[in-house]
């Protein structure tokens, strides 16, 4: 499933970003002026709805990591997480560099976060990893596990700031430097994926070497992970665990403000970043206040977001399907099937979530 959510996310953003390239706007102006009115407020509310899970996960996830970091108390965590995240953002005024470098900063850390993890606990099998590539579900639990993985590998609140990234270039002369320019950006969106991607797998490839089979041991929370690697692993590897976890709640944070600017071109009205910040991050505060079992807000986050593609995904493909809109940047028929055959895919396994959870 996670190899699968990867190829779908570098197709999706290449798409994402090949639309802002060839319009010059990002994507939801383009909706906002193709589609009608209820049509736009719909994806604006739900595109919210999206931007609050989004921050729902970064501040469960770095507080998390503040606390098995310092042993700081969930609730002060989140509100350090608040003050780094309005930190980060100010960068913005300093120009998108330094904020750039502040993110590939971050995701340094969790890389190599992950990375010394992984080689710590050893254990791999080469076998045993090309049999997780057959897929197979053991119930509803790995189906919503699944849908999860989905929500937070493609990400629908970056889809919208991808096509935002590439609309606010320079545009190119002529058709060769479209060209030009589009085969760097499929170049950057595969790179960047794949180092993703790779992460990932080497998530679930650390807890396949460590816990399975601990049984009892091991109740699947992050705290229990994190205890996991010391005691099976030793500290080096609970300390890369828990700073990797931070880094990813923190760079998130501010990607996520970025998609809700992005977003505001549902409505023809801009929000200030930082008020917009502020806004979000108090459904988060409060559900970590409420003292709400983190991993659980973690899962559910997940699952909202996959829910939340379809509402990117399928007027980014009837968009980009469009010659007037895109010029000699139109999809080509096998890549609009393509997007049709994604949409579908995740919207299929949505509707059987939901049809498990409500019909059981």
């Given at each position: 499933?996670?190899?699968?959510?990867?190829?779908?996310?570098?197709?999706?953003?290449?798409?994402?970003?090949?639309?802002?390239?060839?319009?010059g706007r990002d994507l939801p102006t383009l909706c906002r002026d193709t589609f009608r009115r209820p049509v736009v407020l719909g994806l604006w509310a739900q595109a919210e709805v999206v931007a609050m899970a989004t921050d729902l996960a970064e501040f469960v996830g770095a507080a998390i990591g503040?606390?098995?970091?310092?042993?700081i108390p969930m609730l002060p965590a989140a509100l350090i997480t608040a003050v780094v995240s309005f930190a980060i953002l100010a960068l913005q005024r300093r120009g998108y560099r330094p904020f750039e470098l502040a993110i590939v900063f971050l995701l340094g850390v969790i890389g190599f976060g992950f990375l010394y993890t992984l080689l710590a606990a050893g254990g791999q099998s080469a076998s045993a990893l090309a049999s997780?590539?057959?897929?197979?579900?053991a119930g509803i639990d790995s189906v919503v596990l699944a849908i999860g993985i989905i929500g937070a590998t493609v990400m629908p609140h970056v889809i919208y700031l991808h096509s935002a990234l590439t609309a606010d270039r320079p545009a190119p002369d002529g058709p060769a430097e479209r060209r030009r320019a589009l085969r760097v950006l499929r170049a950057d969106t595969t790179m960047g994926l794949s180092m993703a991607g790779l992460i990932n797998l080497s998530m679930l490839c650390v807890a396949a070497a460590v816990f399975h089979g601990a049984g009892e041991g091991f109740?699947?929370?992050?705290?229990?992970?994190?205890?996991?690697?010391?005691?099976?692993v030793g500290g080096g590897a609970a300390l890369a665990f828990a700073a990797a976890l931070l880094a990813s709640g923190l760079s998130s944070s501010g990607v996520g403000t970025y998609s809700g600017q992005a977003m505001q071109g549902f409505l023809r009205r801009r929000i200030p970043l930082f008020l917009r910040r502020g806004i979000t991050m108090v459904p988060a505060l409060a559900v970590i206040g409420l003292g709400v079992q983190p991993?659980?807000?973690?899962?559910?986050?997940?699952?909202v977001l996959s829910f939340g593609i379809p509402f990117a995904l399928i007027p980014l493909v009837l968009i980009s399907r469009r010659r007037d809109l895109m010029g000699d940047l139109?999809?080509?028929?096998?890549?609009?099937?393509?997007?049709?055959v994604a949409a579908a895919l995740i919207s299929g396994v949505n509707v059987y979530l939901l049809h498990q959870l409500i019909l059981g």
């Open positions: 499933m996670l190899v699968s959510a990867c190829l779908v996310a570098m197709f999706v953003q290449h798409l994402s970003a090949k639309t802002g390239l060839a319009t503040l606390n098995l970091l310092f042993g997780g590539m057959v897929p197979t579900f109740d699947g929370s992050l705290e229990g992970a994190h205890q996991g690697f010391a005691q099976l991993d659980t807000v973690l899962l559910l986050s997940q699952v139109v999809n080509r028929p096998v890549t609009t099937f393509a997007g049709a």
